[in-house]
């Protein structure tokens, strides 16, 4: 069954150094638009949209990805985003899933009865540097959420992710930065990161390698369209045993 994206609020503000060359804000700007300018999108009720017959028109067992040109606790949202949460509990048919740079508002955005999460939603915290994971993961995991996960894309240094790792996170996937100004990645933070998790049993997928790649002290220019294939090429993710890709 075919993922689906779901952008009720498309725009976002620059908070940290992973947000120097954001593609949301390089497409809006090759289309003219304003990315800094946030507001709800035409597509805000998509969850619970039926179709002639009365059936919804995402089927249920989707996978959603959510809030993808924005930022799901972004503070111009607080307005909208409890109509969201309605719709998310409301599709528990449907798997949501949506990334944050903003974890130290998780509290503060959570909907009155999510307890210790819903089932159907998974949080990733993005984490490009030393410094983001340092501070993010320690506030992520004392949060309440039944399915979280940590995203360390643009990985832009070598981060020790060793002190936060454990069960309370699903999985880690790392990747590299794209666009013309992307900054390095190297493939040895890439494993580092990798050997982190499967000394914590955490599972770990290498996403992208980003468009400037280095191995082996040679870099590597490497188109948009080709960046997913050349990481899944290079077969290091890791699943613990017995759980599946």
Same mark, same amino acid.
Request: hydrophobic content about 35%; overall charge positive; some cysteine.
């Given at each position: 069954?075919?993922? %689906? ?6 725009? /976002? ?5 992973? /947000?120097?060359?954001?593609?949301? *804000?390089?497409?809006? #700007? ?9 507001? /709800? ?37 607080? #307005? ?52 983001? #994971?340092? *501070? ?6 004392? +949060? ?5 996960? %940590? %995203? ?34 190297? *493939? ?11 000394? +914590? ?12 790649? %280095? ?29 599946? +890709?």
């Amino acid at each position: 069954m075919p993922d %689906v994206t779901w952008n009720p609020w498309h725009g /976002c503000r620059k908070l940290s150094a992973g /947000c120097k060359n954001c593609y949301v *804000y390089r497409e809006d #700007a090759a289309r003219g638009r304003d990315a800094s300018a946030i507001a /709800c999108t035409a597509m805000f009720d998509l969850p619970v949209r039926k179709g002639r017959g009365g059936e919804y028109k995402i089927p249920s067992g989707t996978t959603v990805y959510t809030c993808f040109t924005s930022d799901f606790f972004l503070e111009d949202a607080d #307005a909208w985003r409890g109509d969201a949460w309605r719709m998310m509990r409301g599709r528990q048919d449907l798997d949501f899933v949506f990334i944050t740079k903003r974890i130290d508002r998780i509290r503060a955005c959570l909907p009155p009865d999510w307890g210790e999460g819903y089932p159907n939603v998974a949080i990733g915290c993005t984490c490009e540097n030393r410094r983001a #994971a340092d *501070y993010r993961l320690p506030l992520f995991r004392a +949060a309440p959420a039944k399915k979280r996960f %940590v %995203v360390c894309e643009p990985l832009l240094e070598r981060i020790d992710l060793s002190p936060h790792l454990g069960p309370w996170f699903c999985s880690v996937v790392v990747g590299g930065e794209s666009g013309e100004n992307a900054r390095e990645c190297l *493939y040895d933070w890439v494993l580092d990161i990798r050997s982190q998790c499967e000394a +914590a049993n955490v599972p770990f997928r290498f996403k992208q390698t980003g468009a400037n790649f %280095v191995k082996d002290g040679k870099r590597y220019k490497i188109e948009r369209r080709h960046q997913h294939a050349q990481a899944k090429k290079a077969g290091i993710d890791f699943f613990p045993q017995g759980e599946e +890709a």
